[in-house]
């Protein structure tokens, strides 16, 4: 199963902003619908926010709506996740999948089942 690669992680402060993106090498998720999830220590796994293949569908966690943005490149086969206005509780590992049965739309429920090809993740600190 081929995996996907995070990338542009980091520790910031309070207010700054980070741009993630998420690579697959070797294989081409274009018409996949996407997601990004995090995980902070002692915490479950949660939904961030998903887009549809074309990107003209988004959906987004209501603890980050208004301050992220995600985003796709079909050419550059990359996914990307702008974080503006960065809090402390945004810290964790941020992880991006691909729908786990190839679906373009947006799946009904943004679970961590409905997602699979989970790259390593890339670790956001926050301070304050």
């Known amino acids: 199963q081929v995996q996907l690669v995070e990338s542009g992680g980091g520790l910031v402060q309070a207010g700054d902003s980070l741009r993630l993106s998420c690579a697959a090498p070797?294989?081409?998720?274009?018409?996949?619908?996407m997601g990004w999830f995090r995980q902070a220590p002692g915490k479950e796994r949660e939904f961030v926010a998903a887009?549809?293949?074309?990107?003209?569908?988004?959906r987004y966690a209501d603890s980050v709506k208004g301050r992220f943005t995600i985003s796709r490149d079909s050419a550059k086969n990359t996914v990307y996740l702008q974080m503006n206005n960065l809090k402390p509780e945004d810290t964790a590992i941020y992880y991006c999948?691909?729908?786990?049965?190839?679906?373009?739309?947006?799946?009904?429920?943004?679970?961590?089942?409905?997602?699979?090809?989970w790259g390593q993740g890339t670790q956001v600190t926050v301070s304050s």
């Open positions: 999948a691909a729908d786990r049965r190839g679906r373009p739309v947006l799946p009904t429920t943004s679970t961590p089942a409905d997602f699979g090809s």
């Open positions: 070797g294989r081409t998720f274009s018409t996949y619908a």
């Open positions: 887009i549809n293949w074309s990107g003209g569908s988004t």
